[in-house]
């Protein structure tokens, strides 16, 4: 049985950071590309960012280019999500997802497996 757990989410002010994890079980994931997700109240879910497993490949959203970076570290099967610069409009349930997708797959459809989520909340 495939298990997302993400952990990491708190309350943070503006301009601070924040590391996300994700620990993923249940299954070899080699070849599986890796997912942050974002969904703020009463909005969509949306796209952060990817990373392709074991391989390495990785492609950001529009809106956290340059403040957020993912990564992975293989022998553990934990995704991370090193969050920097933090605004009040990164204020969202974040979520980790998997699935064989390439690493440009935005719509969240496209992933099967998902985590619970972790509140992150930016106060200005």
């Known amino acids: 049985q495939v298990q997302l757990v993400e952990s990491g989410g708190g309350l943070v002010q503006a301009g601070g950071s924040l590391r996300l994890s994700c620990v993923a079980s249940g299954r070899s994931f080699s070849g599986y590309t890796m997912g942050w997700f974002r969904q703020a109240p009463g909005k969509e879910r949306v796209f952060v960012a990817a990373i392709t497993w074991p391989v390495g490949i990785t492609y950001y959203g529009d809106s956290v280019k340059g403040r957020f970076t993912i990564s992975r570290d293989g022998a553990k099967n934990t995704l991370y999500l090193q969050m920097n610069s933090l605004q009040a409009e990164d204020t969202a349930v974040y979520y980790c997802?998997?699935?064989?997708?390439?690493?440009?797959?935005?719509?969240?459809?496209?992933?099967?497996?998902w985590g619970q989520g972790t509140q992150v909340t930016v106060s200005s």
């Open positions: 997802a998997a699935d064989l997708v390439g690493v440009r797959a935005q719509n969240p459809s496209s992933y099967h497996y």
